[in-house]
């Protein structure tokens, strides 16, 4: 049996020489998109929801906005409406619904 497929793989001169980390704790409000700067385009986004024990990824050659989720469960799926968005700016921006209102939430970059 043939498999055929194509891979489309980045190797940045020198490996990640970017990374960072942040905390989001947010309010009883509604929740809205928010951005949030790294200081460098990302190759890797991941968001954590803590209190809740959902993540949201996001790689390099994924379209925007989308993000891979894993639920406390294990179960994976795609987001393709409401997930990250990264911009050329250094920034990248997180969808309204996966910033949940009063939840406890870490975020990574690597670049």
């Given at each position: 049996?043939?498999?055929?497929?194509?891979?489309?793989?980045?190797?940045?001169?020198?490996?990640?020489?970017?990374?960072?980390?942040?905390?989001?704790?947010?309010?009883?409000?509604?929740?809205?998109?928010?951005?949030?700067?790294?200081?460098?385009?990302?190759?890797?986004?991941?968001?954590?929801?803590?209190?809740?024990?959902?993540?949201?990824?996001?790689?390099?050659?994924?379209?925007s906005p989308s993000a891979?989720?894993?639920?406390?469960?294990?179960?994976?799926?795609?987001?393709?409406?409401?997930?990250?968005?990264?911009?050329?700016?250094?920034?990248?921006?997180?969808?309204?619904?996966i910033i949940i209102a009063?939840?406890?939430?870490v975020w990574e970059a690597?670049?």
């Amino acid at each position: 049996m043939t498999t055929n497929f194509t891979t489309n793989t980045s190797q940045p001169v020198g490996g990640v020489r970017n990374h960072t980390t942040g905390v989001a704790v947010t309010s009883t409000g509604g929740a809205t998109a928010t951005s949030f700067t790294c200081g460098f385009v990302p190759r890797v986004v991941r968001w954590q929801n803590v209190t809740d024990r959902i993540m949201h990824e996001w790689y390099y050659g994924m379209a925007s906005p989308s993000a891979t989720k894993t639920i406390a469960n294990g179960t994976h799926s795609l987001e393709t409406t409401d997930g990250i968005t990264v911009g050329t700016d250094g920034t990248f921006t997180v969808a309204a619904a996966i910033i949940i209102a009063s939840k406890s939430h870490v975020w990574e970059a690597f670049g």
